[in-house]
């Protein structure tokens, strides 16, 4: 995927110091989305399973089992160039500890409020991710 490639991002929970995370390394994929297709075929092409994908976002997963998750799982997300929230969250989280501390708590009660629901769990993180964009780009302005 090199030449597709504009930026490549550690993001998510573990790109996110001294909180508690899932064995879950996120990795955020800008390119041009002209080459989505390409892009997706080979991502499908060395066993990803496509979670996602419409006109904005495509993602990915790999290390889902049967019996839970393999000893490494990723998630793929697939962006336009641009379109990078996950970076000024993150940025925001590794430099505002107890932000990030709240976070690791609100994703703990989720996670065990709606273990076998993903979709629960994820819902139940947007206005807090949402908020935390929100000053980080404020802080931030156009960092990316």
Known sequence: MGNYIIRISHIGSTSIANIK????IDILIEINFDNKNII???LLNNNYILMNDNVNKISFN??????GYANKVFHIHIK???DCDELYFRDYLNEN?????????LKLELFNK????RD?????????INEIV??????YKDRY
Not at 21 to 24: D, E, S
Not at 62 to 67: A, E, Q, S
Not at 114 to 117: E, F, G, I, L
Not at 120 to 128: A, I, N, Q, S
């Open 21 to 24: 995370t899932k064995p879950i």
């Open 40 to 42: 997706k075929e080979i």
């Open 62 to 67: 790999k290390g889902y089992t049967i019996n």
């Open 80 to 82: 336009k160039y641009g």
């Open 97 to 105: 500890h107890l932000k990030a501390k709240e976070y690791e708590k």
């Open 114 to 117: 709606y273990k076998p629901n």
């Open 120 to 128: 629960l769990y994820t819902d139940g993180k947007k206005d807090f």
């Open 134 to 139: 929100n000053l980080a780009k404020q802080k």
